[in-house]
C-alpha cells in the first residue's frame, strides 16, 4: 500500500517512527514532512497528504501534530479527504468501517507511540463496510459540492 504522511514540527518524531513502522512492513510511503523539529506551519503540509490520496497517488495519508485537531481540518479542507482524528482503536476501526476515512489524524502529544502504531496497523487493515455508509458519503460528497459552488456532489467513494 502507498501511504502519504505529513506532520508538524510537534508531530515530526512519531511521523519518524511510523514511516519506518511502514517501510518495514513493505508499504511504499510518501513522506511529504516535516523534515525536522524547527517549527513549520501544518495546513499546507496536510493539505499536499490529503490531495496525495485524493489525487490517487497514495492509497491512504497519515497526518500528525501535536493534537491532531488542526491536522483533521487542514486535510479535511481538501475535497474528498476524510480525514479522522483517533484517539482509541474503536475510533480508527470505526472511522474506516463506516465513514471510508481515507486519512488518519494522529496528536503525537495525545497517544503514545505503541498506541499511535495499533491505531495506524487497524486504520490500514480495516476495511470499509459499504451497505448503509454509502448514502451518507454521497451526502458529504453532495455537502462539498454546495460548499464549492459546483453542484458536483453525489459520487460515491
Do not use: W
Amino acid at each position: 500500500m502507498r501511504i502519504a504522511i505529513a506532520a508538524d514540527h510537534a508531530g515530526f518524531e512519531l511521523k519518524q517512527t511510523l514511516v519506518q513502522a511502514l517501510r518495514g512492513q513493505g508499504h511504499e510511503v510518501v513522506d511529504l514532512g516535516t523534515h525536522s523539529t524547527e517549527p513549520v506551519d501544518y495546513p499546507p503540509l496536510c493539505a499536499a497528504a490529503a490531495r496525495a490520496v485524493v489525487g490517487s497517488h497514495a492509497d491512504r495519508g497519515v497526518v500528525i501534530g501535536g493534537s491532531g485537531q488542526g491536522e483533521a481540518m487542514a486535510a479535511n479542507k481538501v475535497h474528498g479527504a476524510r480525514a479522522a482524528l483517533c484517539h482509541d482503536v474503536t475510533t480508527a476501526r470505526l472511522a474506516r468501517r463506516h465513514n471510508d476515512a481515507n486519512l488518519l489524524a494522529l496528536g503525537a502529544r495525545i497517544v503514545a507511540v505503541p498506541l499511535a502504531l495499533e491505531l495506524l496497523e487497524v486504520f490500514l487493515t480495516t476495511d470499509f463496510d459499504g451497505g448503509r455508509h454509502v448514502p451518507r458519503l454521497v451526502q458529504l460528497s453532495d455537502i462539498e459540492g454546495e460548499e464549492s459552488g459546483t453542484g458536483m456532489g453525489g459520487a460515491a467513494p
